[in-house]
């Protein structure tokens, strides 16, 4: 284990440069994950096709949601990968029919008809579990089915999971889920056995766009913060990255994403914070109020009989 990473052990919060390691794995290869660029996605859903297909995941409802092109709505026990269709009418500026570049803008009236120009945006996002740096779900596993693997990334054991539901709740991004009529918990493991054998993750290797790509995350960081400064230069200024800091509240993401809005507008929480992040304060606060608690009883007690002891030498 580096010194690094035996420095920083057992954090709950805060930078931790070394995952697999503060998790024992004296060597290991480098930390991978996701880097998903919506400003490429079209919406094909071809990565929730190869996540079901590879994983045997079960299908999750093949009736329409009224919302869009969205039927499977959220991440879910039987939804590792969900592409979001967020739909936004806005005023746009058409002089004359888009081309290639302007697909995510419908313009809805013609100009040259003395018709207002209105437009719908499609903003289309393949959401996946964060497989944060600091996993909550993770931390309150009772079982130890939710582990950290050797590639950074973390993963439920299903034959070990008890069905608790601690995971669920204590995720802040809402992903985990225990499946309905079986009570175990189930999310994405980035294909870890497809990982073990050198491969990529089945959906980024269906991604046609390269939207989802996958690699060691430091790389990753370094392509994602190049491709904002593209966008920027081509007049895109409202791109942005979501969940790459290091030194956010759930410590960067290992599945981060390129977004052209706000995060919630995607259905994502603005600033995520570890839900296991204040237990060290907690317990110490509970800690001295059982202290506190111990020394009124023992005064309590003791006092009272050492003054009558003091009377009765007195006699």
């Known amino acids: 284990m580096t010194d690094t990473a035996a420095h920083t052990e057992g954090l709950l919060s805060g930078p931790e440069p070394d995952p697999a390691g503060d998790a024992g794995y004296d060597t290991h290869p480098p930390r991978v994950g996701f880097f998903t ?165 089945a959906c980024a290797k269906a991604c046609p766009t390269e939207s989802i790509q996958y690699g060691p995350l430091d790389e990753l960081r370094e392509r994602a913060a190049l491709r904002v400064d593209q966008l920027h230069e081509a007049g895109v200024t409202e791109a942005r990255l979501y969940g790459h800091e290091p030194d956010d509240g759930v410590g960067g993401d290992g599945a981060f994403f390129l977004l052209l809005d706000e995060p919630e507008v995607y259905g994502l929480p603005p600033d995520p914070v570890v839900t296991t992040r204040d237990l060290p304060a907690m317990w110490k606060h509970a800690g001295l109020a059982a202290l506190g608690l111990l020394t009124t009883a023992t005064t309590a007690h003791v006092l009272p009989a050492a003054l009558a002891a003091l009377r009765k030498a007195r006699r």
């Open 37 to 201: 660029d919506t400003s490429v996605c079209i919406g094909c859903k071809a990565c929730e096709v190869a996540c079901k297909e590879w994983n045997t995941v079960p299908e999750d409802g093949l009736s329409l949601s009224a919302m869009s092109y969205d039927n499977t709505q959220a991440l879910g026990a039987s939804t590792w990968r969900h592409v979001a269709f967020v739909e936004q009418a806005r005023p746009v500026e058409v002089t004359e029919p888009p081309g290639p570049g302007d697909r995510t803008s419908l313009p809805l009236a013609d100009p040259g008809q003395g018709l207002p120009a209105q437009g719908v945006r499609w903003l289309m996002s393949s959401d996946v579990c964060k497989h944060c740096t600091h996993a909550a779900c993770l931390d309150v596993c009772p079982t130890g089915s939710l582990f950290r693997t050797e590639f950074g990334t973390v993963v439920v054991q299903q034959d070990i999971c008890n069905g608790c539901g601690y995971c669920v709740s204590a995720c802040p991004y809402g992903v985990i889920e225990q499946r309905e009529g079986d009570g175990r918990a189930f999310k994405c493991t980035m294909c870890y056995d497809r990982l073990g054998a050198g491969q990529e993750p």
